[in-house]
Protein backbone atom coordinates (compact mmCIF):
# COMPACT_ATOMS: atom_id res chain seq x y z
CA UNK A 1 0.00 0.00 0.00
CA UNK A 2 1.51 3.94 -0.86
CA UNK A 3 3.09 5.29 2.21
CA UNK A 4 1.24 8.44 1.50
CA UNK A 5 -2.15 8.72 1.01
CA UNK A 6 -3.82 11.98 -1.00
CA UNK A 7 -7.21 9.74 -0.64
CA UNK A 8 -8.97 7.72 1.04
CA UNK A 9 -12.39 6.10 1.30
CA UNK A 10 -13.37 4.14 4.25
CA UNK A 11 -16.48 1.74 4.72
CA UNK A 12 -18.38 3.30 1.52
CA UNK A 13 -21.98 1.76 0.86
CA UNK A 14 -24.43 2.84 -1.56
CA UNK A 15 -27.88 1.04 -2.43
CA UNK A 16 -30.17 2.06 -4.85
CA UNK A 17 -33.50 0.05 -3.97
CA UNK A 18 -32.67 -4.03 -3.47
CA UNK A 19 -29.62 -2.75 -5.02
CA UNK A 20 -26.11 -3.12 -3.34
CA UNK A 21 -24.13 -0.79 -5.35
CA UNK A 22 -21.18 -0.68 -2.86
CA UNK A 23 -21.00 -2.25 0.15
CA UNK A 24 -18.10 -1.45 2.69
CA UNK A 25 -15.56 -0.14 0.15
CA UNK A 26 -12.29 0.89 1.13
CA UNK A 27 -9.50 2.49 -0.53
CA UNK A 28 -6.89 4.74 -0.61
CA UNK A 29 -4.59 6.14 -3.43
CA UNK A 30 -0.87 7.51 -2.72
CA UNK A 31 0.69 10.37 -4.45
CA UNK A 32 2.30 9.79 -8.09
CA UNK A 33 0.24 6.40 -8.20
CA UNK A 34 -2.30 5.49 -10.90
CA UNK A 35 -4.54 2.82 -9.75
CA UNK A 36 -6.36 0.88 -12.54
CA UNK A 37 -9.80 0.42 -11.49
CA UNK A 38 -11.49 -2.53 -12.78
CA UNK A 39 -14.31 -4.42 -12.43
CA UNK A 40 -17.41 -6.27 -14.89
CA UNK A 41 -20.58 -3.90 -15.62
CA UNK A 42 -22.16 -3.26 -12.93
CA UNK A 43 -19.21 -4.16 -10.03
CA UNK A 44 -19.93 -0.96 -8.78
CA UNK A 45 -17.15 1.33 -10.81
CA UNK A 46 -19.12 3.84 -11.80
CA UNK A 47 -20.76 4.41 -8.61
CA UNK A 48 -17.46 4.37 -6.71
CA UNK A 49 -16.18 7.53 -9.24
CA UNK A 50 -19.48 8.66 -8.39
CA UNK A 51 -18.42 8.85 -5.00
CA UNK A 52 -15.15 9.88 -5.22
CA UNK A 53 -16.00 13.07 -7.63
CA UNK A 54 -19.19 14.20 -5.27
CA UNK A 55 -22.02 13.25 -7.93
CA UNK A 56 -22.82 10.47 -5.66
CA UNK A 57 -23.64 10.50 -1.62
CA UNK A 58 -22.86 7.21 -0.21
CA UNK A 59 -25.49 5.93 2.31
CA UNK A 60 -22.28 5.07 4.94
CA UNK A 61 -18.97 5.71 5.24
CA UNK A 62 -16.25 8.79 5.27
CA UNK A 63 -13.48 10.29 2.72
CA UNK A 64 -10.47 12.31 3.00
CA UNK A 65 -8.15 14.34 1.26
CA UNK A 66 -4.60 15.07 2.20
CA UNK A 67 -5.35 13.86 5.51
CA UNK A 68 -8.35 16.48 6.08
CA UNK A 69 -11.92 15.34 6.08
CA UNK A 70 -13.75 15.88 2.73
CA UNK A 71 -17.56 16.65 2.69
CA UNK A 72 -19.44 13.57 0.36
CA UNK A 73 -21.62 14.41 -1.84
CA UNK A 74 -20.49 17.68 -2.67
CA UNK A 75 -19.07 18.29 -6.38
CA UNK A 76 -18.11 21.84 -5.76
CA UNK A 77 -16.43 21.30 -2.42
CA UNK A 78 -14.17 17.77 -3.59
CA UNK A 79 -13.19 20.12 -6.82
CA UNK A 80 -11.81 22.57 -4.59
CA UNK A 81 -9.58 19.96 -2.67
CA UNK A 82 -8.31 18.57 -5.65
CA UNK A 83 -10.61 16.26 -7.44
CA UNK A 84 -11.43 16.40 -10.94
CA UNK A 85 -12.98 14.00 -13.17
CA UNK A 86 -13.38 12.99 -16.68
CA UNK A 87 -16.21 11.15 -17.93
CA UNK A 88 -17.40 9.89 -21.20
CA UNK A 89 -20.52 12.00 -21.39
CA UNK A 90 -18.70 15.42 -21.90
CA UNK A 91 -20.06 18.39 -20.16
CA UNK A 92 -18.44 21.17 -22.45
CA UNK A 93 -20.28 24.41 -23.10
CA UNK A 94 -20.15 24.16 -26.99
CA UNK A 95 -20.82 28.39 -27.16
CA UNK A 96 -17.99 29.29 -24.97
CA UNK A 97 -14.12 28.95 -26.48
CA UNK A 98 -11.91 26.26 -24.88
CA UNK A 99 -9.93 28.78 -22.17
CA UNK A 100 -13.79 29.84 -20.79
CA UNK A 101 -14.25 25.86 -20.32
CA UNK A 102 -11.11 25.23 -19.06
CA UNK A 103 -11.03 27.45 -16.36
CA UNK A 104 -14.92 27.88 -15.70
CA UNK A 105 -15.92 28.53 -12.50
CA UNK A 106 -12.25 29.20 -11.27
CA UNK A 107 -11.43 32.59 -13.40
CA UNK A 108 -10.70 34.65 -10.47
CA UNK A 109 -8.29 32.04 -8.55
CA UNK A 110 -6.82 31.59 -12.56
CA UNK A 111 -6.69 34.43 -14.13
CA UNK A 112 -6.98 36.84 -11.17
CA UNK A 113 -9.00 40.11 -10.96
CA UNK A 114 -9.23 43.84 -13.01
CA UNK A 115 -8.56 44.27 -16.76
CA UNK A 116 -6.37 41.70 -18.65
CA UNK A 117 -8.15 38.49 -17.27
CA UNK A 118 -9.19 36.79 -20.05
CA UNK A 119 -5.47 37.41 -21.57
CA UNK A 120 -4.11 35.73 -19.12
CA UNK A 121 -6.72 32.87 -18.87
CA UNK A 122 -5.95 32.40 -22.58
CA UNK A 123 -2.41 32.43 -21.97
CA UNK A 124 -2.62 29.89 -19.10
CA UNK A 125 -4.59 27.18 -21.39
CA UNK A 126 -2.45 27.98 -24.49
CA UNK A 127 0.83 26.77 -21.97
CA UNK A 128 -1.54 23.98 -20.18
CA UNK A 129 -2.17 22.44 -23.64
CA UNK A 130 1.63 22.77 -24.72
CA UNK A 131 2.57 20.74 -21.70
CA UNK A 132 0.23 18.46 -22.73
CA UNK A 133 1.47 18.24 -26.14
CA UNK A 134 -1.67 19.07 -27.76
CA UNK A 135 -0.91 20.96 -30.84
CA UNK A 136 -3.97 20.99 -32.78
CA UNK A 137 -6.55 22.81 -30.11
CA UNK A 138 -5.93 26.62 -30.00
CA UNK A 139 -6.97 28.12 -26.73
CA UNK A 140 -9.31 30.83 -28.27
CA UNK A 141 -11.15 28.02 -30.41
CA UNK A 142 -15.13 28.00 -30.06
CA UNK A 143 -15.74 24.30 -28.82
CA UNK A 144 -18.67 23.97 -31.05
CA UNK A 145 -15.70 23.75 -33.38
CA UNK A 146 -13.69 20.97 -32.55
CA UNK A 147 -14.19 17.28 -33.46
CA UNK A 148 -15.60 14.76 -30.58
CA UNK A 149 -12.04 13.59 -30.18
CA UNK A 150 -10.41 17.45 -29.87
CA UNK A 151 -13.29 18.32 -26.88
CA UNK A 152 -12.31 15.03 -24.67
CA UNK A 153 -8.55 16.72 -25.02
CA UNK A 154 -10.48 20.16 -23.39
CA UNK A 155 -12.36 17.87 -20.84
CA UNK A 156 -8.97 16.46 -19.92
CA UNK A 157 -7.14 19.90 -20.20
CA UNK A 158 -10.12 20.85 -17.71
CA UNK A 159 -9.21 18.31 -15.23
CA UNK A 160 -5.25 18.74 -15.53
CA UNK A 161 -5.35 22.24 -15.06
CA UNK A 162 -6.44 21.25 -11.01
CA UNK A 163 -2.56 20.03 -11.32
CA UNK A 164 -1.51 23.67 -11.63
CA UNK A 165 -3.63 25.37 -8.71
CA UNK A 166 -4.26 22.88 -6.54
CA UNK A 167 -2.78 23.33 -3.11
CA UNK A 168 -3.06 19.63 -2.44
CA UNK A 169 -1.63 17.17 -4.70
CA UNK A 170 -4.94 16.77 -6.57
CA UNK A 171 -6.65 13.33 -7.57
CA UNK A 172 -7.66 13.05 -11.31
CA UNK A 173 -10.30 10.54 -12.21
CA UNK A 174 -10.47 9.25 -15.79
CA UNK A 175 -13.41 6.98 -16.69
CA UNK A 176 -13.05 5.15 -20.18
CA UNK A 177 -10.96 8.60 -21.34
CA UNK A 178 -9.87 6.93 -24.46
CA UNK A 179 -13.49 5.77 -25.80
CA UNK A 180 -13.68 8.47 -28.54
CA UNK A 181 -9.64 8.70 -28.86
CA UNK A 182 -7.77 7.29 -31.74
CA UNK A 183 -4.66 5.26 -30.91
CA UNK A 184 -2.34 7.77 -31.62
CA UNK A 185 -4.59 10.38 -29.46
CA UNK A 186 -4.25 7.37 -26.70
CA UNK A 187 -1.10 6.92 -27.51
CA UNK A 188 -0.43 11.10 -26.27
CA UNK A 189 -2.92 10.65 -23.38
CA UNK A 190 -0.81 7.46 -21.80
CA UNK A 191 2.50 9.48 -22.29
CA UNK A 192 0.60 12.76 -20.75
CA UNK A 193 -0.03 10.80 -17.42
CA UNK A 194 3.11 9.22 -17.30
CA UNK A 195 4.69 12.90 -17.38
CA UNK A 196 2.53 14.45 -14.59
CA UNK A 197 2.71 11.51 -12.27
CA UNK A 198 5.31 13.59 -9.86
CA UNK A 199 2.13 16.00 -9.93
CA UNK A 200 -0.88 14.65 -9.52
CA UNK A 201 -2.45 10.93 -8.70
CA UNK A 202 -5.00 9.21 -10.94
CA UNK A 203 -7.59 6.77 -10.69
CA UNK A 204 -8.13 4.95 -14.80
CA UNK A 205 -11.23 2.86 -15.34
CA UNK A 206 -11.50 0.94 -18.84
CA UNK A 207 -12.59 -2.50 -19.96
CA UNK A 208 -9.04 -2.18 -22.78
CA UNK A 209 -7.16 -4.35 -19.57
CA UNK A 210 -4.11 -3.88 -21.46
CA UNK A 211 -4.21 -0.22 -21.20
CA UNK A 212 -5.09 -0.61 -17.34
CA UNK A 213 -2.02 -3.32 -16.89
CA UNK A 214 0.21 -0.68 -18.80
CA UNK A 215 -0.61 2.70 -16.51
CA UNK A 216 -1.40 1.22 -13.39
CA UNK A 217 0.93 0.95 -10.43
CA UNK A 218 -1.98 -0.45 -8.75
CA UNK A 219 -4.55 -2.77 -9.40
CA UNK A 220 -8.70 -2.57 -7.24
CA UNK A 221 -10.72 -5.05 -8.62
CA UNK A 222 -14.42 -4.84 -7.91
CA UNK A 223 -16.89 -7.33 -8.09
CA UNK A 224 -20.56 -7.08 -7.28
CA UNK A 225 -20.02 -3.92 -5.20
CA UNK A 226 -17.02 -5.23 -2.87
CA UNK A 227 -13.33 -4.86 -3.42
CA UNK A 228 -12.19 -9.01 -4.00
CA UNK A 229 -8.22 -7.47 -4.70
CA UNK A 230 -6.19 -4.76 -4.02
CA UNK A 231 -2.85 -5.51 -5.65
CA UNK A 232 0.66 -3.96 -6.75
CA UNK A 233 0.73 -4.35 -10.46
CA UNK A 234 3.89 -6.60 -10.40
CA UNK A 235 3.97 -9.72 -13.41
CA UNK A 236 0.16 -9.50 -13.20
CA UNK A 237 -1.44 -10.74 -16.34
CA UNK A 238 -5.05 -10.19 -18.67
CA UNK A 239 -6.15 -13.51 -17.60
CA UNK A 240 -5.49 -13.05 -13.94
CA UNK A 241 -7.46 -10.07 -13.98
CA UNK A 242 -10.09 -11.69 -16.06
CA UNK A 243 -10.64 -14.51 -12.92
CA UNK A 244 -10.46 -11.50 -10.19
CA UNK A 245 -13.38 -9.71 -12.23
CA UNK A 246 -15.55 -12.99 -12.65
CA UNK A 247 -14.41 -15.14 -10.09
CA UNK A 248 -18.19 -17.18 -9.47
CA UNK A 249 -20.02 -20.41 -10.06
CA UNK A 250 -23.02 -20.92 -12.29
CA UNK A 251 -25.83 -22.76 -11.13
CA UNK A 252 -26.74 -24.96 -14.08
CA UNK A 253 -30.63 -25.23 -12.27
CA UNK A 254 -31.01 -21.18 -12.36
CA UNK A 255 -30.32 -21.03 -16.37
CA UNK A 256 -32.46 -24.36 -17.27
CA UNK A 257 -29.33 -25.89 -18.96
CA UNK A 258 -30.59 -29.50 -18.56
CA UNK A 259 -33.81 -27.88 -20.91
CA UNK A 260 -31.36 -27.03 -23.19
CA UNK A 261 -31.95 -28.10 -26.64
CA UNK A 262 -29.42 -27.46 -28.70
CA UNK A 263 -30.69 -28.71 -32.03
CA UNK A 264 -30.99 -25.83 -34.10
CA UNK A 265 -27.59 -26.30 -35.52
CA UNK A 266 -28.96 -27.77 -38.98
CA UNK A 267 -32.05 -25.53 -39.24
CA UNK A 268 -32.44 -22.77 -41.77
CA UNK A 269 -32.27 -19.43 -40.33
CA UNK A 270 -35.80 -17.54 -39.37
CA UNK A 271 -33.65 -14.10 -39.61
CA UNK A 272 -30.36 -13.39 -40.76
CA UNK A 273 -28.40 -10.33 -41.18
CA UNK A 274 -25.16 -10.11 -43.32
CA UNK A 275 -22.20 -7.28 -43.12
CA UNK A 276 -25.22 -5.51 -40.89
CA UNK A 277 -23.65 -1.93 -39.72
CA UNK A 278 -24.89 0.84 -37.98
CA UNK A 279 -22.64 4.06 -38.22
CA UNK A 280 -20.93 4.81 -34.47
CA UNK A 281 -22.35 1.25 -33.46
CA UNK A 282 -21.10 -1.80 -35.05
CA UNK A 283 -19.77 -2.67 -38.75
CA UNK A 284 -19.57 -5.37 -40.99
CA UNK A 285 -21.77 -8.27 -38.55
CA UNK A 286 -22.72 -11.44 -39.50
CA UNK A 287 -25.89 -12.73 -37.32
CA UNK A 288 -27.76 -16.17 -38.09
CA UNK A 289 -30.89 -17.01 -35.60
CA UNK A 290 -32.22 -20.39 -36.11
CA UNK A 291 -35.88 -21.77 -34.73
CA UNK A 292 -35.32 -23.23 -31.14
CA UNK A 293 -32.01 -21.24 -30.80
CA UNK A 294 -30.55 -18.47 -28.33
CA UNK A 295 -28.10 -16.56 -29.74
CA UNK A 296 -26.12 -14.71 -26.97
CA UNK A 297 -24.35 -11.42 -27.61
CA UNK A 298 -21.65 -10.28 -25.26
CA UNK A 299 -19.84 -6.95 -24.66
CA UNK A 300 -19.13 -4.12 -22.74
CA UNK A 301 -20.95 -1.28 -22.81
CA UNK A 302 -20.47 0.55 -26.10
CA UNK A 303 -19.31 -2.73 -28.13
CA UNK A 304 -22.88 -1.92 -30.24
CA UNK A 305 -24.77 -5.38 -28.74
CA UNK A 306 -27.51 -3.23 -27.80
CA UNK A 307 -27.63 -0.94 -31.06
CA UNK A 308 -27.46 -4.90 -32.78
CA UNK A 309 -30.65 -5.64 -31.01
CA UNK A 310 -32.36 -2.78 -32.18
CA UNK A 311 -31.44 -3.63 -35.35
CA UNK A 312 -32.60 -7.16 -35.67
CA UNK A 313 -35.77 -5.43 -33.95
CA UNK A 314 -36.51 -2.93 -36.89
CA UNK A 315 -35.85 -0.08 -34.03
CA UNK A 316 -32.44 1.40 -35.83
CA UNK A 317 -32.29 0.72 -39.79
CA UNK A 318 -29.20 -0.77 -40.65
CA UNK A 319 -26.75 1.55 -42.77
CA UNK A 320 -25.09 -1.59 -44.76
CA UNK A 321 -25.15 -4.67 -45.19
CA UNK A 322 -28.88 -6.87 -45.33
CA UNK A 323 -31.61 -8.08 -43.38
CA UNK A 324 -33.36 -11.44 -44.36
CA UNK A 325 -36.31 -13.40 -42.93
CA UNK A 326 -36.89 -17.04 -44.14
CA UNK A 327 -34.38 -16.38 -46.68
CA UNK A 328 -36.25 -13.06 -48.17
CA UNK A 329 -34.31 -9.82 -48.01
CA UNK A 330 -35.64 -6.77 -46.32
CA UNK A 331 -34.73 -3.55 -47.00
CA UNK A 332 -37.33 -1.18 -45.42
CA UNK A 333 -37.09 -3.20 -41.74
CA UNK A 334 -39.37 -1.53 -39.01
CA UNK A 335 -40.77 -2.20 -36.37
CA UNK A 336 -44.15 -2.20 -37.29
CA UNK A 337 -43.35 -4.83 -40.36
CA UNK A 338 -40.99 -6.53 -37.98
CA UNK A 339 -43.59 -7.25 -35.25
CA UNK A 340 -45.96 -8.60 -38.43
CA UNK A 341 -43.28 -10.60 -39.58
CA UNK A 342 -43.32 -12.10 -35.81
CA UNK A 343 -39.90 -10.51 -34.44
CA UNK A 344 -40.67 -8.48 -31.52
CA UNK A 345 -38.40 -6.60 -28.88
CA UNK A 346 -38.22 -6.28 -25.14
CA UNK A 347 -35.72 -3.38 -24.79
CA UNK A 348 -33.21 -2.63 -22.22
CA UNK A 349 -34.69 0.40 -20.67
CA UNK A 350 -37.92 -0.24 -19.55
CA UNK A 351 -39.75 2.48 -18.31
CA UNK A 352 -38.58 4.67 -21.02
CA UNK A 353 -39.08 2.84 -23.95
CA UNK A 354 -41.40 -0.02 -22.83
CA UNK A 355 -44.01 0.90 -20.42
CA UNK A 356 -47.09 3.39 -20.94
CA UNK A 357 -47.06 4.26 -17.14
CA UNK A 358 -50.61 5.98 -17.56
CA UNK A 359 -52.09 3.05 -18.74
CA UNK A 360 -53.53 0.10 -16.65
CA UNK A 361 -51.71 -3.08 -16.63
CA UNK A 362 -54.64 -4.13 -19.09
CA UNK A 363 -53.66 -1.42 -21.84
CA UNK A 364 -50.18 -2.50 -21.39
CA UNK A 365 -50.27 -6.18 -21.88
CA UNK A 366 -53.34 -5.28 -25.07
CA UNK A 367 -51.30 -2.86 -27.00
CA UNK A 368 -49.45 -5.78 -28.18
CA UNK A 369 -52.55 -7.64 -30.06
CA UNK A 370 -55.16 -4.74 -30.61
CA UNK A 371 -54.65 -5.06 -34.45
CA UNK A 372 -55.33 -9.01 -33.85
CA UNK A 373 -59.01 -8.29 -32.21
CA UNK A 374 -60.43 -5.12 -34.77
CA UNK A 375 -62.61 -6.01 -37.45
CA UNK A 376 -61.61 -6.15 -40.33
CA UNK A 377 -64.94 -4.80 -41.46
CA UNK A 378 -65.47 -2.08 -39.06
CA UNK A 379 -62.52 -1.16 -37.25
CA UNK A 380 -64.07 -1.67 -34.00
CA UNK A 381 -62.15 -3.39 -31.26
CA UNK A 382 -63.67 -6.69 -30.26
CA UNK A 383 -63.58 -5.56 -26.51
CA UNK A 384 -64.63 -8.96 -24.95
CA UNK A 385 -61.58 -11.30 -26.70
CA UNK A 386 -59.78 -8.32 -25.88
CA UNK A 387 -60.15 -8.12 -22.05
CA UNK A 388 -59.68 -12.13 -21.69
CA UNK A 389 -57.20 -12.05 -23.40
CA UNK A 390 -55.39 -9.88 -21.98
CA UNK A 391 -56.51 -11.84 -18.15
CA UNK A 392 -55.34 -14.99 -19.76
CA UNK A 393 -52.01 -14.01 -20.52
CA UNK A 394 -51.70 -11.82 -16.73
CA UNK A 395 -52.47 -15.57 -15.23
CA UNK A 396 -50.00 -17.38 -17.64
CA UNK A 397 -47.52 -15.08 -16.42
CA UNK A 398 -48.77 -14.78 -12.82
CA UNK A 399 -48.64 -11.10 -12.86
CA UNK A 400 -49.53 -10.12 -9.38
CA UNK A 401 -51.95 -6.81 -9.28
CA UNK A 402 -54.85 -6.14 -7.71
CA UNK A 403 -56.80 -5.72 -10.76
CA UNK A 404 -55.61 -5.27 -14.60
CA UNK A 405 -57.50 -1.69 -14.21
CA UNK A 406 -54.47 -0.86 -11.71
CA UNK A 407 -52.03 1.57 -13.25
CA UNK A 408 -48.48 0.18 -14.52
CA UNK A 409 -46.41 1.89 -12.27
CA UNK A 410 -47.51 0.87 -9.22
CA UNK A 411 -46.73 -2.29 -10.22
CA UNK A 412 -42.62 -4.01 -9.11
CA UNK A 413 -40.06 -4.06 -11.78
CA UNK A 414 -40.53 -7.58 -12.17
CA UNK A 415 -44.19 -7.58 -13.08
CA UNK A 416 -43.80 -5.03 -15.30
CA UNK A 417 -41.36 -6.55 -16.93
CA UNK A 418 -44.00 -9.67 -16.88
CA UNK A 419 -46.43 -7.33 -18.72
CA UNK A 420 -44.12 -6.18 -21.50
CA UNK A 421 -43.61 -10.03 -22.29
CA UNK A 422 -47.38 -10.77 -22.17
CA UNK A 423 -48.19 -8.29 -24.57
CA UNK A 424 -45.94 -10.38 -27.48
CA UNK A 425 -47.33 -13.42 -26.34
CA UNK A 426 -50.81 -13.01 -27.62
CA UNK A 427 -48.78 -13.39 -31.28
CA UNK A 428 -47.15 -16.22 -33.66
CA UNK A 429 -43.76 -14.80 -31.93
CA UNK A 430 -40.62 -16.41 -34.13
CA UNK A 431 -38.09 -14.19 -32.34
CA UNK A 432 -37.60 -12.48 -29.72
CA UNK A 433 -35.26 -9.78 -29.29
CA UNK A 434 -34.54 -9.41 -25.42
CA UNK A 435 -31.45 -6.37 -24.22
CA UNK A 436 -31.24 -6.78 -20.83
CA UNK A 437 -34.63 -8.38 -20.09
CA UNK A 438 -34.16 -9.12 -16.30
CA UNK A 439 -32.46 -5.80 -15.34
CA UNK A 440 -33.23 -4.29 -11.93
CA UNK A 441 -35.33 -7.85 -11.33
CA UNK A 442 -36.02 -9.97 -8.42
CA UNK A 443 -34.06 -13.64 -8.45
CA UNK A 444 -37.10 -15.18 -8.21
CA UNK A 445 -38.89 -13.39 -10.82
CA UNK A 446 -35.75 -13.96 -13.25
CA UNK A 447 -35.99 -17.33 -12.90
CA UNK A 448 -39.66 -17.54 -13.66
CA UNK A 449 -38.29 -15.42 -16.96
CA UNK A 450 -35.68 -17.89 -17.54
CA UNK A 451 -38.38 -20.89 -17.68
CA UNK A 452 -40.66 -18.78 -20.25
CA UNK A 453 -37.46 -18.29 -22.32
CA UNK A 454 -36.50 -21.99 -22.42
CA UNK A 455 -40.41 -23.27 -22.91
CA UNK A 456 -40.14 -20.74 -26.29
CA UNK A 457 -37.04 -22.11 -27.22
CA UNK A 458 -39.39 -25.53 -27.32
CA UNK A 459 -41.74 -24.40 -29.00
CA UNK A 460 -39.39 -22.94 -31.96
CA UNK A 461 -38.58 -19.35 -31.35
CA UNK A 462 -35.69 -18.21 -32.14
CA UNK A 463 -33.75 -15.93 -29.26
CA UNK A 464 -31.15 -13.17 -29.41
CA UNK A 465 -30.04 -12.14 -26.14
CA UNK A 466 -28.34 -9.39 -24.56
CA UNK A 467 -27.50 -8.88 -21.06
CA UNK A 468 -25.21 -7.26 -18.71
CA UNK A 469 -24.65 -10.74 -16.81
CA UNK A 470 -22.47 -12.12 -18.75
CA UNK A 471 -23.11 -15.83 -16.39
CA UNK A 472 -26.81 -15.00 -17.68
CA UNK A 473 -25.64 -15.25 -21.52
CA UNK A 474 -23.39 -18.13 -21.25
CA UNK A 475 -25.98 -19.96 -18.67
CA UNK A 476 -28.87 -19.59 -21.12
CA UNK A 477 -27.04 -19.23 -24.68
CA UNK A 478 -26.72 -22.06 -27.26
CA UNK A 479 -23.73 -19.92 -28.85
CA UNK A 480 -22.73 -16.63 -28.07
CA UNK A 481 -21.28 -13.89 -30.20
CA UNK A 482 -19.00 -11.44 -28.91
CA UNK A 483 -18.27 -8.08 -29.64
CA UNK A 484 -15.71 -5.07 -29.16
CA UNK A 485 -16.00 -1.80 -30.47
CA UNK A 486 -18.71 -2.61 -33.07
CA UNK A 487 -17.21 -5.69 -34.51
CA UNK A 488 -17.82 -9.62 -33.83
CA UNK A 489 -14.00 -10.56 -32.69
CA UNK A 490 -15.27 -14.10 -31.26
CA UNK A 491 -17.96 -17.07 -31.71
CA UNK A 492 -18.20 -19.42 -28.66
CA UNK A 493 -20.55 -22.87 -28.20
CA UNK A 494 -22.25 -22.71 -25.36
CA UNK A 495 -23.90 -26.33 -25.20
CA UNK A 496 -25.31 -27.30 -22.45
CA UNK A 497 -22.81 -30.32 -21.88
CA UNK A 498 -19.94 -28.00 -22.00
CA UNK A 499 -19.94 -24.53 -21.36
CA UNK A 500 -17.46 -21.75 -21.72
CA UNK A 501 -16.37 -20.01 -18.30
CA UNK A 502 -16.44 -16.18 -18.15
CA UNK A 503 -12.69 -15.84 -19.00
CA UNK A 504 -13.21 -17.79 -21.92
CA UNK A 505 -15.50 -15.27 -22.72
CA UNK A 506 -14.46 -11.94 -21.95
CA UNK A 507 -11.19 -12.44 -23.26
CA UNK A 508 -12.38 -11.59 -26.38
CA UNK A 509 -14.80 -8.68 -24.99
CA UNK A 510 -11.54 -6.79 -23.78
Known amino acids: MPTQSTVALTGISKRYGPVHALRDVSMTVGTGEVLGLVGENGAGKSTLIG ?79 RDMHVDDIRADAVVADLTYPQRQFVEIAKAFADARIADTPPLILLDEPTSAL ?126 LAAAVAGATRLGGGSLTVDGRRRDRWSVRRAVRAGVCYVPPERANDSLFS ?10 GFLDLLTSRWSGLLRLRDERGRAASLSSRLRIKTDSLATPIRELS ?73 GRVTAEIPSPATGKPTDVDVISHMM
Open 51 to 129: VLSGTVRPDTGTMTVGGQDAPLGSPRALAALGVAVVVQEQALVESLRVYENIYLGREIRTGGRGPGRKRRLRAAAAALL
Open 182 to 307: SEHEAELLFSLIERWRDRASFIYVSHILPDVLRLATRLLVLRDGKVVDDLRNEGVTDRRLHELMVGRERSVDYYRETEQTGAAAAAEPILEITGGSVAGAFTDVNLAIRPGEIVGVAGVIGSGKSE
Open 358 to 367: AMSVRGNISI
Open 413 to 485: GGNQQKAVFARWLARRVRVFVLDDPTRGIDVGTREEIYTMIRDLTRDGVGVLLCAESLEEVIGLADRIVVLRD
